[in-house]
């Protein structure tokens, strides 16, 4: 985990001084004189070359000084946290309806191969999977918020309830993209299961269809699911940015963006960095809930 | 029988609640009089409707496409930090609803002495700020010093040569070293909002987020990034003011989440309403959309240290070659107008004599014919990326300037690489720097006149247009200064150091019942005067 973090922290300060664009033309816009844009450029350590940039940063970040948004004038960590909130909430809520809707697509489809159900399930998740996020954002709100006027557009409000309403179609965008691809998986591994030997036993004992599903076919099929949903909800992180953007929702995605934009290095830093930990996160937590799934894995 | 009874009642009451839930009660019969005269005439006096301004209410309105960076008045350039600072805290004047004139705002009058070195302003009575404590001249003493000594703003002024003293306990005066013209104008601008010396000194940074001023609204929630909420500010100074309890300001995002929040009824108001959008809207029952005057307006900027555009029959040609009413038709759906200097049309200062450079292909093709290049030549026009208007600019002008054998290459880059590029003089035409006023003298939009912005820019320094425009600010007579900016801008013309190409308005939206909301020609709103209908 230390590695993964040295390295992102080094690879984008690097990648940042790299790119054109200059962090105080930026923050000081067309009217200031530019004797100004000068002196924030020697106050900020911007004419200084990379490697002692670097080193500079590298004495702050030990000291737990994680730098100042320039864009904002408040330290960065600061911005970074009122937003991380909102995305972490987005994120979640998007795993919550993807997991109640892919885990009955996936039952239903694989539990009913080659019928009319199994074949409305996989058109509707090839259309939904084939459908840009952005656009399909759109044609949410135009449907649910100004035909419907059920949800409101876009926003986060003030309240824990304000946060469902607001945040459930940003989260139902992302979460259909990703319902799609964990639905299909779960119906792919439980129709292998179907076909092992210890599901025919179960059934050869009298076991009922609903109890072989639960304990025996379940269970089994969620491996490659959790797996899938790790992955997943790394991606919906990433996913944030631009859903953020479509439904103006501000979290740590609109952050990036704008951050990127006006060459906020501090706040850029802070961003990926924690989008790094989360990645690493999710991938441990993912691997502590293989035990509690299948317990043989505990017992390996 | 029982069961008659009982169907009788059930009758009698489904036919109560069937005539109670008329619409309209049938009248009872009126007693005749006993007299054979005839009944008198009956006079319906209409009921009178309430007029003028409703009292409370809440507007939901989104601000520009950035999120609020600070409320800190020196500090902002960005319009959603000023707009909201320009209702939160009372400013030394502000400028009319016409954009014509001034109004005194946080003071109540002001004289000069007769060298117009000295400003003698009074400070207006019963100004509180809203928590309640007494607006006084040390705050703003303290305000306008931090203002000068500002980075962003304080060039508005001329540096080091102006300071301010308290006069008294109830005025205060700006001391100069050498007549200043736009002073009066520059202190209507948003960076001279007048703070609480105490608070701020004692709070420090931490005062900026939630700040107290003595405008008519005051901050009572900031959600970063989604929303800010403005309360009636109970001690403000103009009486019966703010008619709103609340409004809540929103910066804007994506142009299409904008529109839909407004078509869904989560706003009240919508700002920078996208073109191809406004008829839409203004055609939506209940909602009106459309233009304002804007002191607004685009200019190409191309880099004289860059052959061919040293080449003044190469700039001449471009200028011609393009056909902005085309332009404006085909982006801007009409809206807007071809510019004719490189002003901007502030009222009084804009030179409205000057023909600009009307379409004229075949003058084009002539002064291309007379230049160093007549087989034409590749030229880079670089404009913000992501912004759509700009790029289809960029398209027409591409397909314009073709038929006078220009090849124009599209760079579209962000706007940190554009402005940095831009700045070291590094582009060959800059196509993406908007341009408006926060005040209604040329003295805010004009420094890139002077050759401490051309040269680094655009490789040149016209050395004349740079003495009429420093001598500017000294020239106190309105005419003779006015001559002055009349001739950088014919100058600038007869150069073509700098391309007009169109001047835009401000686009809104707004449901009916919201009153009396306009945007002025600064492209800001006052808050103050908006009320609801319903």
Known sequence: ??????????????????????????????????????????????????????????????????????????????????????????????????????????????????????????????????????????????????????????????????????????????????????????????????????????????????RVMLRHVLRNA???????????????????????????????GSLLINSILNRDYDLIQNNILVYALLVVVINLAVDLTYPIIDPRVRND | ??????????????????????????????????????????????????????????????????????????????????????????????????????????????????????????????????????????????????????????????????????????????????????????????????????????????????????????????????????????????AGKPYLDEVELRPGSDDNTRVLRFQAGQLDVLLGVPYNQIKLLDETDGASAGVSPLMGALRLYPNLAQPPLDDLNVRLALAYAIDRQAIIEAVLFGYGEPATTALIKIPGWWNDQLPGFPYDLEKAKEFMAKSSVPDGFELTTTYTAGSTTDEQIAVLLQQQWALIGVDLVLQPVDIAVLTEQFGAGQLQLNQSFWSSSDVIDPAETSAFFSCRRTQPRQGFCDERINGLYLSSGTIMDPAERKAVFFEIQELGNDNVYWIPMLYVPSRWAKWDYVKDFELLPTGNFRLWEVWLDK
Request: hydrophobic fraction near 45%.
């Open chain 2, 1 to 238: 029988m029982f069961k008659l009874r009982k169907i009788s009642t059930v009758s009698l009451i489904l036919l109560t609640l069937a005539v109670a839930c008329q619409g309209q009660a049938t009248p009872l019969p009126r007693a005749t009089a006993t007299t054979d005269a005839p009944p008198p005439e009956r006079t319906v006096t209409a009921v009178p409707q309430p007029t003028g301004p409703n009292i409370g209410g809440r507007l939901t309105m989104t601000l520009e496409f950035s999120d609020i960076t600070t409320l800190d008045p020196v500090v902002p350039d960005d319009n959603s930090s000023i707009w909201t600072i320009l209702n939160v805290y009372d400013q030394v004047f502000r400028v009319s609803r016409d954009g014509t004139t001034l109004e005194p705002d946080a003071v109540s009058g002001y004289s000069v002495s007769p060298d117009g070195l000295e400003y003698l302003f009074d400070l207006r009575d019963g100004l509180t700020f809203s928590d309640g404590a007494p607006v006084t001249v040390d705050d703003v003493v303290f305000s306008l010093e931090r203002m000068l000594a500002s980075e962003n703003w304080g060039f508005l002024f001329p540096e080091g040569e102006v300071t301010v003293e308290p006069a008294g306990d109830k005025s205060f005066k700006l001391v100069l070293q050498s007549p200043y013209a736009p002073l009066v104008n520059n202190l209507a601008g948003f960076w001279s909002s007048i703070v609480p010396k105490a608070l701020v000194e004692a709070q420090g940074e931490a005062f900026w987020e939630t700040p107290v001023g003595s405008g008519p609204f005051m901050v009572s929630e900031w959600v970063k990034g989604d929303h800010i909420t403005l309360a009636r500010n109970p001690h403000y100074w103009e």
């Open chain 1, 1 to 210: 985990m230390a590695f993964v973090v040295a390295g992102v922290t080094v690879i984008v300060f690097i990648i940042l001084r790299l790119i054109p664009g200059d962090p105080c033309s930026a923050l000081h816009g067309q009217y200031v004189r530019p004797e100004t844009i000068e002196r924030c450029r020697v106050d900020q350590g911007f004419d200084q070359p990379v490697w002692v940039q670097f080193v500079t940063y590298l004495g702050r970040l030990l000291k737990g000084d994680l730098g100042r948004s320039l864009y904002y004038r408040r330290p960065a960590m600061d911005v970074f946290l009122e937003r991380l909130p909102v995305t972490v909430f987005l994120a979640l809520y998007t795993i919550a309806i993807a997991v109640s809707l892919s885990i009955p697509l996936g039952i239903i489809s694989a539990t009913n191969k080659g019928n009319i159900l199994e074949a409305i399930v996989r058109v509707g998740t090839s259309i939904t999977l084939s459908m840009p996020s952005f656009w399909l954002g759109l044609l949410l709100m135009l449907i649910f918020s100004v035909r419907l006027r059920w949800f409101p557009v876009g926003g986060y409000g003030s309240s824990f309830a304000e946060h469902l309403r607001f945040l459930f179609l940003p989260a139902l965008t992302l979460a259909l993209t990703i319902a799609t691809v964990l639905a299909r998986t779960l119906r792919n591994s439980i129709l292998e299961i179907l076909q092992s030997d210890y599901v025919r036993t179960a059934r050869a004992k009298g076991s009922s269809w609903h």
């Open chain 1, 222 to 252: 969620l491996i490659s699911y959790v797996t899938l949903l790790g992955i997943a909800l790394a991606w919906v992180i990433g996913g944030t940015v631009v859903i953020e953007q479509v439904y103006g929702v501000p979290g740590i």
